[in-house]
């Protein structure tokens, strides 16, 4: 069974996540999740695998709501994500376009104006080249 463990103190490591989730039975792994923009600090979160779901169930029981490192730690079993669906991310907004839009950047000054709109309603100016 796959645990996210969340809420976690920052200073803690792989290891003091794995020793957290030990007691209650064998862990296949234990990983906190680190922000690679940011010099690997951890994001407070992470993901503990047991083989034995009775034993995970335990664990979880055991150490949600618990403190820990002077937080209280959020402990539950992970949903995987849906198939087909990635992760996150940023998804750029079109602008122009849609509903009552328009096109935006005009190099020849043929077709209509556009550009950005904020409510996404109505016409709007635009850039042309010449």
């Known amino acids: 069974m796959n645990i996210y463990v969340g809420n976690l103190n920052w200073s803690l490591t792989n290891d003091d996540l794995e020793n957290l989730f030990s007691p209650y039975g064998e862990v296949a792994s234990a990983k906190i999740v680190t922000d690679k923009f940011n010099n690997n600090r951890s994001k407070g979160f992470g993901f503990v695998e047991m083989a034995n779901d009775d034993e995970a169930k335990a664990a979880i029981a055991a150490l949600n709501d618990q403190e820990m490192g002077g937080r ?59």
């Open 72 to 130: 209280k730690l959020v402990v539950n079993e992970s949903n995987p994500r849906p198939a087909g669906e990635g992760g996150g991310g940023y998804k750029k907004k079109p602008y122009g376009g849609g509903s009552g839009g328009g096109g935006g950047f005009n190099r020849n000054r043929e077709g209509g104006g556009g550009g950005y709109n904020r409510n996404r309603e109505g016409g709007g100016g635009g850039y042309n080249r010449y």
